[in-house]
């Protein structure tokens, strides 16, 4: 099967903020756990920051990404004309 242009642009933006995606989930998971030592240095909420980070801060750091993640992926679909829609 040959993919059209309009295939492509679909595959090629969704790509693209999926990877910009994981690229924001990996620095969350893996990068602010590396650096919580000198994280604790900031306090918010009364907290150390790396503390907060590793408790609250990255959960909702994950639901904000598939959030987002959601509402980019139903608008590509729309826009491309391939959503699922609500009528089944």
Not at 13 to 26: C, D, K, Q, S, Y
Not at 54 to 78: C, E, H, K, P, S
Request: glycine share 10%.
């Amino acid at each position: 099967m040959q993919l059209t242009q309009r295939h492509k642009a679909y595959w090629r933006r969704t790509f693209w903020m999926t990877a910009i995606l994981l690229v924001i989930w990996f620095g969350v998971t893996f990068v602010v756990s590396y650096y919580a030592r000198e994280l604790s240095a900031i306090s918010l909420f009364g907290f150390p920051f790396g503390f907060y980070m590793g408790a609250q801060g990255t959960l909702v750091i994950y639901v904000l990404i598939i959030w987002f993640y959601v509402r980019y992926m139903n608008a590509l679909d729309r826009e491309f004309g391939v959503s699922e829609g609500e009528d089944g």
